[in-house]
Structure formats: C-alpha cells, structure tokens
C-alpha cells in the first residue's frame, strides 16, 4: 500500500519547517541506506514528505521516525504538524503536488522538477522501487499535460520570482539598485537571472565556493566576492537576497549592527528565501533593516492569480482522468506475479510431457519432434490467452486480487511460488 507522510506550508510554521530541512548529502545517505525498498524523500522549502510502498502502516512510521532522525526530530514532536495519508489518498496528493495545486504560489513552476528530482534521486540509489516509480512517472507525466493543456502555469510566480517582486514592493526598480546575492545555487541563479532580466547592472554575488559565483556571475554579467567580503559588500548593498544551503544562520543581529552604523542611515531589504533561514530573525529588530523570509512571502498577492485559479477545476479533472489510468495501471501490475507464475507452470507442465511423448516416439525424426514441439506450444499460449486477459480486465475493474487469488487456488500455484 501506499503511504505518506508529510510537513508542508499549510499547516507548519516556518520555524519547523526549516528545523526539518534536509540537504541533498543527508538525503541521498538516507536513501542508500535503504536501497530495495520503496520509498522517495521530497525535501523542498515549503515542504518535507516521505512516500512509501509497503505493507503496513506500523513500517511507515518506522521509516517516518527514521527520516526524521537526521535532523535529531521525534515524530511525536511534530506530529501536530504532520499530514498522514494512506491508499487512494497518496496518489492524488502527490499528483496535486506536482500539478502546482499545493504550492503556494498557485501553479508555481519550480515544483514539478523538485518532483521529478526527489524520484530521480531515489531512482538513482535503488531505493524507489516498481510501484513507486510508476506512482512518480503517472505524477509527472499528469503536471506535464496540466503545464500544456491548461492555464494553472501562466504567469505562476516561483519563489525566486516572489523575492523579487518583494524587494520591488519595498525599493522600487532594480535596475539602479546595489544588489548582493548570497548563495550560487538553483535558487542563486534564479534570483540572478531575474535581477538580469529587469536590467540590475550592479549585482555582486558572494558564496562559500568563489569558482561557482565567478562561474554564475559570468553569464549573467554580474560580479563575484569572497564569503570573507560578506561586511564590506553590505555597507554599499541596497538589497540583499540570501538563498544559501547551509547548516546555520550566517547573518546574525550582532553581525548586521556595525554594519548598519557604516551604512550612514541608509535602508537595507534583505529577503531570505533560504531553507534553513540564512538571516536570524531578530536582524529585523535594527533600525533601517527591512526582513522578509518565506513566511511573508506567502502573502504577497500576485495580480494574475485570478486566471490560475480559474483554471483549476480543469487541472483537477485532469487529475481525476491521469489517477484513473494510474490505478488501472498499477492494479493490472498487480497480478503479473500471478500471470508469471501461471505461464511458469503450465511451461514446466508442457516441457514435462513433451519429454515424456518424445521418449515414446517410435522414430527420431526431427521434423516429427519439431510439430509435436510446436503443437504443444500453442495449445498451452490458447489455453493460457482467456485466462491471463481475463486477470488483466478484472485487475483494471478493482477486482482483480481476488481473482488472481481464486487462480493461484485453482492452479496450485501457491505452493509453487513458497
């Protein structure tokens, strides 16, 4: 059965959320250590969820307290923040989450790659295994017709594209402004990106590693400092938007205040979309500092979200139509063992009592024991053809369990299977 478990921006502050971020080093461990069972970890800055296919629930929140572990968290401590869902369920809010239904931005186009990247990660290590990996590829294969046949991705605002808009809200354009970035990520380089867009010429990108932010910088035209260069950068910055992954905060109120002192007076926006927070929060607590993080940023209103929200009732059906043909599918996967079992069988009967006719053959004609050989081959695929497309049709009709049980039953196959 499928289960999940799930931390999201619904119902969690930001604060547990990001107390619950894992890295992709802590992830890709996570997932080696459980290479050939079925599970996939989808860890982005508004949510962290395990998806898992296995036999009960009491093996899920095995696996749920096990995740949980790397960041040192019981599931009792957040069990008030945690979306537990099971069967039927899983299947639709994943493919809501990959469709940009959950998001929050509505539509929001960064999702369906998190999507695709949390299954390709567990692909990658062993551990995502049949069921899931058809769960998955039905989700992406849905966000994908969702992204072309309807309007739920049209002008949908990723968090970067929030960030910036934010920071327009509170200095206006920035294309005079003194802009640094923090951070030469995904995130870093859709902020930089984005600040090239709208024509920013002062843009200074600042990470741990200098080689990735020269290499960053460089084509968007921008240019790049040392982490050691974070203080004086800042006295002349207007906006800082900060999106490293790190561990730990790397501004704090007792960094920032010296600062602010060189800085005549003069404002500074910082906008931290990073996962855990880069910025401490009582930054904002400094005369001049203006802090938003991912919390203010859900709401911020986007004019075209009328549109988008009009276009849901159609995603939705779409949905139903793509959850349709994935249970369909995945009821009729459910029997192949039975049908693999059965061909085994009746091949191990055929292959038994063509030795035993062959022995009695009064002659060693090849041409003989060629149609005898051929005769019995097609005799067991017509015997065999009403049966197997008969488990397929009752598996696509719900009921397929049950009859892959009665023929398990009536062919002895039970016993060749243990």
Not at 14 to 37: C, K, M, N, T
Not at 160 to 172: D, F, H, N, Q, T
Not at 203 to 209: A, D, E, F, G, K
Request: hydrophobic residues 45%; glycine residues 6%.
């Amino acid at each position: 059965m499928f289960h999940c478990r799930s931390v999201n921006h619904h119902h969690t502050p930001l604060a547990v959320r990001e107390w619950l971020s894992l890295s992709e080093a802590q992830q890709a461990q996570w997932l080696a250590r459980h290479e050939g069972e079925q599970v996939v970890v989808l860890s982005t800055c508004n949510r962290l969820e395990l998806y898992a296919h296995v036999g009960s629930v009491r093996q899920m929140n095995a696996l749920w307290a096990d995740l949980l572990g790397l960041r040192d968290v019981t599931p009792t401590s957040v069990a008030a923040h945690t979306l537990s869902l099971n069967g039927q369920e899983v299947a639709r809010h994943l493919f809501r989450v990959a469709c940009g239904l959950d998001s929050m931005a509505l539509g929001e186009p960064q999702i369906l790659g998190q999507v695709t990247r949390a299954y390709e990660q567990a692909e990658a290590r062993g551990a995502a295994g049949a069921a899931l990996s058809l769960l998955f590829r039905a989700a992406i294969h849905a966000a994908k017709r969702a992204r072309t046949q309807t309007a739920i991705g049209k002008g949908a605002a990723s968090v970067g594209s929030l960030a910036l808009a934010r920071a327009e809200e509170v200095v206006g354009a920035l294309a005079e402004r003194a802009v640094m970035v923090i951070g030469a990520g995904e995130m870093g380089q859709t902020i930089v990106k984005g600040l090239a867009q709208r024509g920013a010429r002062r843009v200074t990108l600042i990470s741990r590693t200098l080689e990735r932010a020269q290499r960053l910088a460089a084509d968007w035209g921008a240019s790049a400092r040392p982490i050691t260069a974070l203080g004086e950068a800042l006295v002349e910055a207007d906006v800082l938007f900060t999106t490293a992954g790190a561990a730990h905060v790397i501004l704090t109120r007792d960094d920032l205040a010296p600062i602010m002192v060189a800085r005549g007076g003069r404002r500074l926006c910082i906008v931290d979309i990073a996962m855990p927070r880069n910025v401490a929060p009582d930054v904002a607590e400094l005369e001049g500092v203006c802090l938003h993080d991912l919390d203010t940023l859900q709401h911020t209103v986007e004019c075209n979200l009328a549109e988008r929200q009009a276009s849901v009732p159609q995603v939705e059906h779409l949905i139903e139509e793509e959850l349709a043909a994935f249970w369909s599918d995945y009821r009729v996967r459910e029997v192949v063992p039975t049908i693999r079992l059965l061909r085994e069988h009746a091949e191990a009967l055929r292959q038994a009592e063509l030795a035993r006719v062959l022995r009695r053959l009064p002659s060693d004609n090849p041409r003989e024991k060629e149609l005898i050989e051929q005769f019995s081959h097609r005799l067991m695929n017509k015997m065999l053809h009403h049966v197997t497309r008969s488990l397929r049709e009752r598996a696509a009709q719900d009921d397929g369990e049950l009859f892959a049980t009665v023929t398990r039953d009536l062919f002895g196959l039970e016993e060749r299977a243990r």
